[in-house]
């Protein structure tokens, strides 16, 4: 949905749906992706009327007077979801393990999330449409990913192709399960898991894929600019929109707010290396036109 189809359905639901209820936008003071989703959030809730305010999460208060805390990233969350008094929750801008862990001993009331990671048939028909004709596609899963196993597979299956995973310890070398996972795969699927992926561990990883003549398919625009073929992401601004918009179906002046389920985002984009991409023999075309095929296929689901 375009920004200005979110601002036309506030000023159509905004008056009974959201009427004066208060909302607070809890995020870090640092980092693009909190700033960027949170500027937009309340400048769109502003424009609607509504009565909307950024907090810092240093030093925040649960308000009594609060009908929705916005929590933007894992801490924010972790600390909205144990204020007292506790007022409904919405997270966002963090992944569906750190959404479970946080919810383990949070204090009871509504709480839902919008999920930064992409649905596994997303992420595999992205894969598919990548790399034409692969069929086993590698993944590295650990302590924070295993959970997401059974829905791999049976996105892999909806979509044609056969899922080998490898298994991480947490404080174990990821390269030694990459490379016994390269000679069987044709693709590398990069999922958010720490224990495999993170800042000491990309630039090797993503060399031994290169290396070993295999592309990596990766969750986020830095995999790609460090050496991903392609990653299917959300951007912070269109986080923002689907906040807005599912805020504008809530009836925030109720007793009992009725939150929907958390769920993975349903906008996104897709980024891709050319470089990269001509370097492994694949020609990978416009990365707009790639997300409109991907939005075509959901369509047709």
Known sequence: MRPALFILLLAVVAPTALGAARVQVLAPAEGEAYTTTARELVAQLHRAGVEVERVALEG????????LVIALGSRATHAALRAAPRRPVLAALLPRDAWDQAMVGAASGPATALWIDQPPERELRLVKLAVPGARK???????????QRPGLERAAAEVGCELRVRMVATGSDPKLALGALIDEVDVVLALPE????????????LLAT??????????????VRAGAVAAVHSTPLQVAHELVALIARLDLGAVTLDLPAPRHPREFEVATNPEVARALGLALGDPTALAERLRAMEARR
């Open 60 to 67: 925040w208060r649960a308000d009594a007077g609060t009908a």
């Open 137 to 147: 596609v590698g993944v590295l899963l650990g302590a924070a990913t295993l959970a």
């Open 194 to 205: 720490p224990a495999a992926w993170n800042r000491v561990t990309v630039e090797p990883l």
């Open 210 to 223: 290169f290396r070993g003549g295999r592309p990596l398919v990766g969750f986020s625009p830095t995999y």
